[in-house]
């Protein structure tokens, strides 16, 4: 599914080595699981207490199969962000990771 890789990367900021204020020093993509090339920030709104935010997790995407990495293999990708910093979905895609929400 070409055009599915295409759709994931419309918007999304593809430079090597990715640049950002809030990006980790030295942080780069690790080398994906085989059969898993698309690293993808996936948002979930969480709440407590009357206050709503968003949690990211990364992950990998088949955009053949539309499986996750996560669901066949385990994953220890480091955060790529300074403590403290709470991305939104353009910082994701400014980093080259498109997000999913």
């Not at 295409?6 to 900021?13: A, E, R, W």
């Not at 030295?26 to 690293?39: A, C, I, L, Q, S």
């Not at 088949?62 to 480091?78: K, P």
């Amino acid at each position: 599914m070409l055009n599915a890789a295409i759709d994931l990367y419309k918007g999304v900021n593809r430079a090597d080595p990715p640049s950002h204020a809030h990006l980790l020093p030295g942080w780069r993509r690790p080398e994906p699981p085989e059969g898993y090339h698309d690293m993808v920030a996936l948002c979930f709104l969480a709440g407590a207490d009357g206050a709503r935010s968003y949690v990211w997790e990364i992950d990998y995407l088949d955009v053949t199969t539309g499986v996750f990495a996560s669901e066949e293999v385990d994953l220890n990708i480091t955060w790529p962000w300074v403590e403290g910093f709470s991305p939104s979905a353009a910082d994701w895609d400014a980093i080259g990771i498109p997000h999913l929400c």
